[in-house]
């Protein structure tokens, strides 16, 4: 008899066993119970206390810096170990690519968020969001937002079928943002999940209450929830409706994130014709997304649109693949694709097939007559891919409504483009709309009608599709979510979504307020004098506002024509008089703009061996005023930002403004280097 594992929460420190109202958790492929989960007496008061008072205070005294490093080392630490994770999802009917696509691609996400935020967030605990407003004439007034960790609990509700990568994709922004996670995963496949909070917590990597544990039912936890927590859900738009509908959170404006299941579609466009690489392209991704995890994608292509002359050629070449899918024991190499995550699961697929099926025809895969290799379908959660034919899509409701979450998906005709967008539309709202063409005008026409009913568009052809991710793969770089029955959140897109987890505040005052809240020199602080040149002073020795002002250099005539004739660069600007006059910008002849970053170099530059070890570029470069032979520039260098890189360099963000003789800006530009500590 097979022993049943007892999955335990984690809360306040201490792992809490299931109590005798635990729930049996079933193996996908046997049927037979395999774990037990559950603990109805869980203190969930002190849990979020021990996350806001434990937890919260030590995340936010990190740098977003400091806690992208510590995802790194977590990310690492998971990949050593995932072997044991890869062992326990297959109960869950997965395959290895399955696997791989659960565990591997929750550590990449990980792993893509220490990067950005070492890379897109600063080495602080504020983020400066857009750029500094000017609210007075002579600019002693200021304002500008910022971004700071709320001082709240992140409550995670995750789905089934992604017990890895569905909780990581929402722990590493949230950790990123200084936020701890209290982690809800679903009870189905809960124990995969234990299993890596358990990784997790034994890394000695998460600074205590930072992340806990729920196994089982969240009792009344969303009932003492306050307006700096927020609960992110992912799973189906009836669970949503109830969990967002909870009046507390209502009264409280408690932040919703919701990632609900979506009706997606793929289209095949009108230019992708039996014979190209496009048609055969679409025809292996809606395969590929409709047996991958069994169907059980938040992602999936549940609606195949087709130009009306092809749908019988789609349907004939997809059956054809589907009917050469290997289905059985996730366990073996052979099978490609396993089973759903239960019988109950399997049965709520059975009745939404029994919903479509009266504005479709069934015309490949029958529940009832299939073959899986080395299982008992009738013991497992077995289910053959199922392809239906829609021949009345406008009419239809169910087709356009109704989700079997599983191998199922409907084929449909369209008109023109026009009816494919209106189609795709019908869903009212999904996470992803894939679309095949090698059209730039069907794609950019299908992106402004669709747009607003999507939250991402997949396109590929001929040309990306060696390099493409797959319709059904999120990545941390973009939106993940969609607006309407989607939910309307945004559980990825980079730094997006570390902003679910932020307040974004307006700051008021004198640069050199902003200055000291931002940790960037804002033009009108106080400016330092260092002593030696700031080209001479190390990483760590410089301080933000150190500034240097340089003498002054006169443009003559000569001057310009000289770096015309070196450079190549006899634009009538600064070549012809009477052309330079009559432009309504100019003078007359004026100096090249590259040339006074040259000379503003020249007056600026520490030319001996130092700490300076590259000029690695300038950012927001401005040209306000033209200088005229015989006018002079000078330089104003200030440190406006530092961030480290490693232990041996850092970045040094300057600020460089040229003044010509009656002090007017001519010239404004941020300057990046590298120095030394």
Same mark, same amino acid.
């Given at each position: 008899?097979?022993?049943?594992?007892?999955?335990?929460?984690?809360?306040?420190?201490?792992?809490?066993?299931?109590?005798?109202?635990?729930?049996?958790?079933?193996?996908?492929?046997?049927?037979?119970?395999?774990? #037990?989960?559950?603990?109805?007496?869980?203190?969930?008061?002190?849990?979020?206390?021990? #996350?806001?008072?434990?937890?919260?205070?030590?995340?936010?005294?990190?740098?977003?810096?400091?806690?992208?490093?510590?995802?790194?080392?977590? $990310?690492?630490?998971?990949?050593?170990?995932?072997?044991?994770?890869?062992?326990?999802?297959?109960?869950?009917? $997965?395959?290895?690519?399955?696997?791989?696509?659960?565990?591997?691609?929750?550590?990449?996400?990980?792993?893509?968020?220490?990067?950005?935020?070492?890379?897109?967030?600063?080495?602080?605990?504020?983020?400066?969001?857009?750029?500094?407003?000017?609210?007075?004439?002579?600019?002693?007034?200021?304002?500008?937002?910022?971004?700071?960790?709320?001082?709240?609990?992140?409550?995670?509700?995750?789905?089934?079928?992604?017990?890895?990568?569905?909780?990581?994709?929402?722990?590493?922004?949230?950790?990123?943002?200084?936020?701890?996670?209290?982690?809800?995963?679903?009870? #189905?496949?809960?124990?995969?999940?234990? $299993?890596?909070?358990?990784?997790?917590?034994?890394?000695?990597?998460?600074?205590?209450?930072?992340?806990?544990?729920?196994?089982?039912?969240?009792?009344?936890?969303?009932?003492?929830?306050?307006?700096?927590?927020?609960?992110?859900?992912?799973?189906?738009?009836?669970?949503?409706?109830?969990?967002?509908?909870?009046?507390?959170?209502?009264?409280?404006?408690?932040?919703?994130?919701?990632?609900?299941?979506?009706?997606? #579609?793929?289209?095949?466009?009108?230019?992708?014709?039996?014979?190209?690489?496009?048609?055969?392209?679409?025809?292996?991704e809606v395969q590929r997304e409709m047996t991958v995890k069994a169907g059980q994608k938040c992602t999936a292509i549940r609606r195949i649109m087709a130009p009306e002359a092809h749908v019988q050629a789609v349907i004939e070449a997809l059956s054809a693949r589907l009917s050469k899918t290997v289905i059985g024991d996730p366990r073996l190499e052979t099978t490609r694709m396993g089973a759903l995550i239960s019988n109950d699961q399997k049965r709520d697929v059975l009745e939404k097939v029994k919903l479509l099926s009266t504005e479709a025809e069934r015309v490949f895969g029958d529940p009832d007559d299939f073959s899986a290799d080395g299982v008992d379908v009738n013991n497992g959660a077995f289910l053959p891919p199922m392809l239906f034919h829609c021949a009345n899509p406008d009419s239809a409701k169910r087709v356009h409504d109704t989700e079997a979450f599983g191998p199922v998906s409907t084929v449909m005709g369209y008109r023109d483009l026009d009816h494919a967008i209106e189609l795709a539309n019908k869903g009212k709202g999904s996470l992803v709309v894939s679309v095949i063409t090698h059209d730039g005008d069907v794609a950019r026409k299908f992106a402004l009608g669709a747009g607003a009913w999507h939250g991402r568009i997949y396109f590929n052809n001929r040309v990306s599709m060696a390099e493409s991710t797959g319709h059904g793969s999120p990545l941390p770089h973009m939106v993940h979510g969609g607006p309407g029955r989607a939910g309307g959140g945004e559980e990825l897109g980079g730094i997006r979504c570390v902003m679910h987890y932020m307040q974004r505040t307006a700051i008021q005052g004198s640069p050199d307020i902003l200055t000291a809240i931002g940790g960037s020199w804002i033009p009108g602080a106080k400016e330092i004098e260092g002593p030696a040149h700031p080209f001479a002073r190390k990483y760590g020795d410089l301080v933000i506002g150190e500034t240097m002002h340089t003498d002054a250099r006169t443009i003559t005539l000569g001057d310009i024509e000289h770096f015309a004739e070196f450079t190549g660069d006899n634009f009538y600007a600064h070549m012809d008089d009477e052309a330079a006059a009559a432009n309504p910008f100019f003078p007359g002849r004026v100096a090249h703009g590259y040339l006074l970053l040259s000379f503003a170099a020249g007056l600026f530059v520490e030319p001996n061996v130092g700490p300076v070890l590259a000029n690695t570029g300038l950012d927001s470069l401005r040209f306000m005023k033209p200088v005229e032979p015989g006018d002079s520039i000078k330089v104003r260098l200030s440190v406006k930002k530092k961030t480290k890189r490693n232990n041996e360099y850092g970045e040094v963000r300057w600020h460089v403004s040229l003044t010509n003789q009656a002090d007017d800006l001519v010239a404004e530009y941020e300057l990046l280097t590298m120095n030394s500590y």
């Amino acid at each position: 008899m097979m022993t049943v594992q007892q999955i335990k929460s984690f809360a306040v420190g201490e792992w809490v066993a299931p109590d005798s109202g635990a729930r049996t958790i079933s193996s996908a492929i046997t049927g037979e119970v395999i774990a #037990a989960a559950g603990n109805s007496s869980l203190d969930v008061t002190s849990m979020l206390e021990h #996350a806001r008072k434990v937890g919260g205070p030590t995340l936010r005294a990190l740098t977003f810096h400091d806690r992208a490093k510590i995802l790194k080392a977590l $990310a690492e630490h998971l990949g050593k170990h995932k072997q044991v994770l890869y062992d326990l999802s297959f109960s869950t009917g $997965a395959t290895q690519s399955d696997n791989l696509v659960d565990i591997d691609g929750g550590i990449g996400t990980m792993l893509v968020y220490a990067s950005k935020g070492r890379r897109d967030l600063p080495d602080s605990n504020i983020y400066l969001d857009g750029d500094v407003e000017q609210l007075s004439r002579k600019g002693t007034f200021l304002g500008q937002h910022i971004c700071t960790s709320l001082q709240g609990v992140a409550v995670h509700i995750n789905a089934f079928n992604f017990p890895i990568w569905g909780m990581l994709e929402k722990f590493a922004p949230t950790f990123l943002a200084g936020v701890p996670s209290i982690v809800k995963p679903a009870t #189905a496949s809960c124990y995969v999940t234990e $299993a890596c909070v358990r990784l997790m917590l034994d890394s000695g990597l998460l600074p205590e209450g930072t992340l806990q544990l729920v196994s089982g039912g969240l009792g009344d936890m969303l009932n003492h929830l306050d307006a700096q927590d927020v609960v992110s859900f992912t799973g189906s738009a009836t669970t949503a409706l109830m969990l967002r509908s909870n009046p507390h959170l209502l009264e409280n404006a408690i932040r919703f994130v919701a990632e609900q299941d979506s009706l997606n #579609a793929s289209v095949l466009g009108p230019d992708a014709a039996p014979g190209t690489p496009e048609f055969d392209l679409f025809v292996k991704e809606v395969q590929r997304e409709m047996t991958v995890k069994a169907g059980q994608k938040c992602t999936a292509i549940r609606r195949i649109m087709a130009p009306e002359a092809h749908v019988q050629a789609v349907i004939e070449a997809l059956s054809a693949r589907l009917s050469k899918t290997v289905i059985g024991d996730p366990r073996l190499e052979t099978t490609r694709m396993g089973a759903l995550i239960s019988n109950d699961q399997k049965r709520d697929v059975l009745e939404k097939v029994k919903l479509l099926s009266t504005e479709a025809e069934r015309v490949f895969g029958d529940p009832d007559d299939f073959s899986a290799d080395g299982v008992d379908v009738n013991n497992g959660a077995f289910l053959p891919p199922m392809l239906f034919h829609c021949a009345n899509p406008d009419s239809a409701k169910r087709v356009h409504d109704t989700e079997a979450f599983g191998p199922v998906s409907t084929v449909m005709g369209y008109r023109d483009l026009d009816h494919a967008i209106e189609l795709a539309n019908k869903g009212k709202g999904s996470l992803v709309v894939s679309v095949i063409t090698h059209d730039g005008d069907v794609a950019r026409k299908f992106a402004l009608g669709a747009g607003a009913w999507h939250g991402r568009i997949y396109f590929n052809n001929r040309v990306s599709m060696a390099e493409s991710t797959g319709h059904g793969s999120p990545l941390p770089h973009m939106v993940h979510g969609g607006p309407g029955r989607a939910g309307g959140g945004e559980e990825l897109g980079g730094i997006r979504c570390v902003m679910h987890y932020m307040q974004r505040t307006a700051i008021q005052g004198s640069p050199d307020i902003l200055t000291a809240i931002g940790g960037s020199w804002i033009p009108g602080a106080k400016e330092i004098e260092g002593p030696a040149h700031p080209f001479a002073r190390k990483y760590g020795d410089l301080v933000i506002g150190e500034t240097m002002h340089t003498d002054a250099r006169t443009i003559t005539l000569g001057d310009i024509e000289h770096f015309a004739e070196f450079t190549g660069d006899n634009f009538y600007a600064h070549m012809d008089d009477e052309a330079a006059a009559a432009n309504p910008f100019f003078p007359g002849r004026v100096a090249h703009g590259y040339l006074l970053l040259s000379f503003a170099a020249g007056l600026f530059v520490e030319p001996n061996v130092g700490p300076v070890l590259a000029n690695t570029g300038l950012d927001s470069l401005r040209f306000m005023k033209p200088v005229e032979p015989g006018d002079s520039i000078k330089v104003r260098l200030s440190v406006k930002k530092k961030t480290k890189r490693n232990n041996e360099y850092g970045e040094v963000r300057w600020h460089v403004s040229l003044t010509n003789q009656a002090d007017d800006l001519v010239a404004e530009y941020e300057l990046l280097t590298m120095n030394s500590y």
